[in-house]
Antibody, heavy 116, light 112 residues
């Protein structure tokens, strides 16, 4: 079964760092476009980052320079390292697989709360 | 960044009646490969979004045929031929043509 399971969310103070992980099953992350999408409480969806091909990456302007996406092919996982966290980063973070220019598979999401 | 604008933002509908949501992009979504990467998602409260339509008009696996997509260039439409109770929630359009990818603001579909 094709599945994505996120982990690593929690509560952190502003300025702190956290690493989210996404475990994939049923397909290989090394040959896929893997993305992170977030959704602040009561708000819409925001595309955050993508990793594809030979570790090519792209980021939304709102997280550029603070977030880093990576993957571990041996573990079939994707990660999102988040530094210098702000209150506005509070959101549910979804790991997704992109195919044919869209997001076909979504995890259930992991909640990040940035608050003092 | 391509801006995606949906209308309406809220749509009360009657069960069994049709519904339509529009999405306009700030620039053409035709990719250099000739494809148009416009898709639609449906999200119920507390659930992750679910893909309905990709590349303007292709229904994803398991999506009922009462859902259809159309459009070209910068103007796109999602139609539900006969709304059922399970269709309530928020609908988002999404462009995957150019990084950063972007979503519309969302349209809330509710039953009258």
């Amino acid at each position: 079964e094709v599945q994505l399971v996120e982990s690593g969310g929690g509560m952190i103070q502003p300025g702190g760092s956290l690493r989210l992980s996404c475990a994939a099953s049923g397909f290989t992350v090394s040959t896929s476009y893997m993305t992170w999408v977030r959704q602040a409480p009561g708000k819409g969806l925001e595309w955050v980052s993508v990793i594809y091909g030979g570790d090519n990456t792209y980021y939304a302007d709102s997280v550029k320079g603070r977030f880093t996406i990576s993957r571990d092919n041996s573990k079939n996982t994707v990660s999102l390292q988040m530094n210098s966290l702000r209150a506005e980063d509070t959101a549910v973070y979804y790991c997704t697989r992109a195919q044919t220019g869209t997001l076909t598979i979504w995890g259930q999401g992991t909640m990040l709360t940035v608050s003092s | 960044e391509i801006v995606m604008t949906q209308t309406p933002l809220s749509s009360p509908v009657t069960l069994g009646q049709p519904a339509s949501i529009s999405c306009r992009s700030s620039q053409s979504l035709v990719s250099s490969d000739g494809n148009t990467y416009l898709s639609w998602f449906h999200q119920r409260p507390g659930q992750p979004p679910r893909l309905l339509i990709y590349k303007i008009s292709n229904r994803f696996s398991g999506v009922p045929d009462r859902f259809s997509g159309s459009g070209a260039g910068t103007d796109f439409t999602l139609k539900i031929s006969r709304v059922e109770a399970e269709d309530v929630g928020i609908y988002y359009c999404f462009q995957g043509t150019q990084f950063p990818c972007t979503f519309g603001q969302g349209t809330k579909l509710a039953i009258k």
